[in-house]
């Protein structure tokens, strides 16, 4: 199973890994590169537009807006954004988003650039329904994660159930510090499918080819 988004190889399998620091991707992985709305320290869109320039096997992550750890969205946040999406429209390459409790704002800044941007990955998104629409004009997919496993998270497993089958991923968004205590993909997908009220093994081949689909445009 491919582990749509994470920051450290663990696991069986393929791994999308946005910013792998200290960890060896393996020969299947892909690797995105790109600031982090809670880390711009240092941010610079000329590194990223060199390392996209000199290799066409990267993605664009994890990039984004967020409200989880204040309250509003700086300039600064907002400008590292802009500037990133429209590096990944230049060299056409597919990208993650952050997006914590400002989901409608992501998705505003992204589609100006649908068909430039092959690809959006909504990754931890965890909204009601609403905007699955206009995400899926944009050629956007939505990865699903632990939080599934957790029998409390009632709007969660409704999103899960809705969201057209094309777009579906899994994600663990492992960390260092997190990886070992995190639920396998598999598990994910297993619980998907029994949502879904689907066979296992056909969910997870839908799973496969949306994560082929997601990196279609990278060499
Ligand atoms: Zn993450």
């Not at 600064?76 to 990944?88: D, K």
């Amino acid at each position: 199973m491919t582990d749509a988004h994470c920051h450290v190889c663990r696991g069986e399998g393929r791994r999308f890994i946005c910013d792998p620091a200290g960890s060896v991707p393996g020969p299947g992985d892909v690797v995105f590169r790109g600031w982090h709305p809670w880390f711009l320290d240092g941010f610079d869109s000329e590194s990223l537009r060199a390392a996209l320039a000199e290799d066409p096997s990267l993605g664009v992550g994890e990039i984004g807006l967020d409200r989880l750890k204040s309250r509003d969205i700086t300039d600064r946040m907002r400008s590292a954004f802009e500037e990133q999406l429209a590096v990944a429209a230049e060299f056409g390459r597919p990208v993650v988003l952050h997006g914590a409790k400002c989901w409608g704002q992501v998705a505003s800044a992204c589609r100006p650039y649908a068909g430039r941007i092959p690809a959006f990955l909504f990754h931890g998104f965890s909204r009601s329904g609403g905007l699955v629409p206009d995400i899926e004009a944009m050629n956007g997919f939505i990865s699903i994660g632990p939080a599934l496993l957790n029998d409390h998270a009632v709007n969660y497993r409704e999103l899960a159930a809705s969201v057209p089958e094309r777009m579906l991923l899994v994600e663990s968004d492992a960390t260092a510090e997190t990886a070992s205590a995190l639920p396998s993909v598999s598990a994910i997908a297993a619980r998907l499918a029994a949502l879904r009220g689907v066979p296992t093994e056909e969910m997870e081949s839908v799973l496969e080819s949306n994560a082929d689909r997601f990196v279609h445009s990278l060499n």
